[in-house]
């Protein structure tokens, strides 16, 4: 076996745990293969003779990559674009595709990643690498040029705003899938006090419609609120509504005639649903492979 031979099936072996590490540095599938392209350029370009752990090494290349596209996405996001939500991944209601497992790994579900999105890019990494996959400061100190106390510092910040603001969902799925059923319902039925009862007081509904309608994508917070919110459009389109896994959770996709019209997750915590996450996006919605879902 020559050199190139053994990089290629070194960097095979770690793929599955290096893109788990870009998916929730970036927050989307697409950019994360993107990451581990740029990754696979720098390894075959490096003399890797004195590297005794490449695996690691690996991780340190791909979480510098991440923060450079963090970095550069920052700067052309001038001003707030209202709801921006992460890239989902959607999988049939029976089970997760083994391709995606490694990815949703660890409950990494979509109100997690929109916290991690509100984060600074430093912070975003620190805690990613410290709390998602046990990396020790000291190697994480040199990725975002601070000391490994600053690490440590970064990594505390993020911990505070993701413990405050992405609960915990249930990991009962069968239950989870009996809120979201009963919440469609509700919404198909126009029952807005039905709805109410499901929803935790403090829910929040994130929907991003992208730029094609400008400042529609928003954000709506409180039970009574998010209710009326569901049922300006719900009735109408829940007919539509397929159940799916959206990150592994309860969820469901839109797609009146086979046309992806919207993908929904729930975060359902305590048997109430405190997060609902709506992708409306046209053009976001073509790049998703929601083939999975075909019978």
């Known amino acids: 076996m020559d050199e190139r031979e053994y990089l290629v099936q070194q960097f095979e072996g770690h793929r599955g745990h290096l893109r788990a590490v870009a998916y929730r540095m970036l927050g989307s599938v697409t950019e994360a ?3 581990l392209q740029e990754s696979w350029l720098r390894l075959s ?3 890797t003779s004195g590297v005794e752990n490449l695996g690691g090494w690996l991780t340190t290349v791909v979480a510098r990559v991440c923060l450079d596209m963090l970095r550069s996405r920052k700067s052309r996001r001038e001003e707030p674009l209202g ?3 992460p890239e989902p991944i959607v999988s049939r209601e029976d089970g997760v595709d083994p391709e995606h497992e490694a990815l949703l790994a660890d409950s990494v579900g979509l109100a997690l990643l ?3 999105e509100t984060l600074a890019p430093a912070e975003r990494l620190a805690f990613v690498l ?5 990396v020790p400061f000291d190697e994480i100190a040199p990725i975002v040029g601070r000391s490994p106390a600053a690490a440590r510092q970064l990594a505390s910040r993020a911990r505070r705003r993701v413990q405050g603001a992405a609960p915990a969902p249930d990991v009962d799925l069968a239950r989870q899938r009996q809120v979201v059923d009963a919440f469609l319902a509700a919404s198909r ?3 807005f006090e039905a709805l109410v009862a499901l929803l935790d007081p403090d829910v929040v509904l994130r929907v991003d419609r992208g730029a094609v309608r400008p400042g529609a994508s928003r954000e709506v917070r409180g039970a009574a609120a998010v209710a009326a919110q569901v049922l300006t459009f719900a009735p ?3 007919r539509f509504a397929r159940p799916a896994l959206v990150n ?3 969820g469901y996709v839109v797609a009146p005639r086979g046309r992806p019209l919207a993908v929904t997750g729930f975060t359902v915590a305590n048997g109430k649903i405190v997060a609902m996450d709506v992708l409306a996006d046209p053009a976001r919605l073509r790049e998703l492979d929601l083939t999975v879902l075909d019978d």
């Open 33 to 35: 293969d993107d990451a």
């Open 114 to 116: 929109v916290v991690l």
């Open 236 to 238: 109408r389109l829940a």
């Open 189 to 191: 039925g126009g029952d």
């Open 130 to 134: 410290h709390d998602m996959f046990a």
């Open 248 to 250: 592994g959770a309860a």
């Open 83 to 85: 709801a921006h939500l």
């Open 45 to 47: 370009r490096s003399d």
